[in-house]
């Protein structure tokens, strides 16, 4: 079954260094997204991704954030000086549409910040 | 923007009884609402969504059902069993847009 695949698994950086999380999405899907999870909180949506270009993003995906499609395959975001509040896990998902079709999840990413 | 309510936010059952866990969202143009699971380490998985158009749907020993006029939709789990112990999330979108979660509720089921 084809699967989102997320690298690392764990990821621990001090405090204003760049980081950046690697998602493999579904390879025939169109539309990519971030989301984050702080420990204990709910799922929060960060960017959507299509067609080369942010299509929406939420008010957390602030000038920090960025994300990249570098080749075919892989999606990256990057936090360009991360703060301790940045930490938190973050999912990676893809979808073949955009309209009420089914979002698939990476296992995400722990991001400690220290 | 869209509010996800979610209840209640932990749920313990004996394995063998019923689980229902309900959401409430705000924006009226939301039409679809999917149902995640998800399991310690891993990320959010599919189980069951629902679309504006119909009320309820089932996939075995789950439903989901919608009431569009309340603006509430829930999810049923009948005759759990320990392998779902886990935390739900519920979720809304309007179709042309990402998904707005609720705070998810974890479930546990004892043998």
């Known amino acids: 079954e084809p699967e989102v695949t997320q690298t690392p698994s764990h990821q621990v950086t001090q405090m204003g260094q760049e980081v950046i999380l690697r998602c493999v999405p579904i390879?025939?899907?169109?539309?990519f997204y971030w989301y984050r999870q702080i420990l204990g909180q709910k799922v929060e949506f960060l960017v959507s991704f299509y067609n080369n270009e942010i299509s929406e993003k939420s008010e957390i995906f602030d000038d920090q954030f960025s994300v990249e499609r570098p080749d075919g395959s892989n999606f990256t975001l990057k936090i360009r000086s991360t703060k301790l509040e940045d930490s938190a896990m973050y999912f990676c998902?893809?979808?073949?549409?955009?309209?009420?079709?089914?979002?698939?999840f990476g296992q995400g990413t722990r991001l400690t910040v220290v | 923007g869209e509010n996800v309510e979610q209840h209640p936010s932990t749920l313990s059952v004996q394995e063998g009884d019923s689980a229902v866990i309900k959401c409430t969202y705000s924006d009226s143009a939301s039409n679809y609402f999917p149902w995640y699971k998800q399991e310690l380490g891993k990320g959010p998985q599919l189980i069951i969504d629902?679309?504006?158009?119909?009320g309820e749907k089932k996939d075995q020993r789950i439903a989901v059902t919608l009431n569009k006029t309340a603006k509430h939709f829930s999810l049923h789990i009948t005759e759990t069993q320990p392998e779902d112990s886990a935390v739900y999330f519920c979720a809304a979108s309007n179709g042309y847009s990402t998904l707005t979660f609720g705070k998810g509720t974890m479930l546990l089921v004892s043998p």
């Open positions: 390879s025939n899907h169109l539309y």
């Open positions: 629902i679309r504006s158009n119909v």
């Open positions: 998902a893809s979808s073949a549409g955009l309209i009420n079709t089914e979002a698939f």
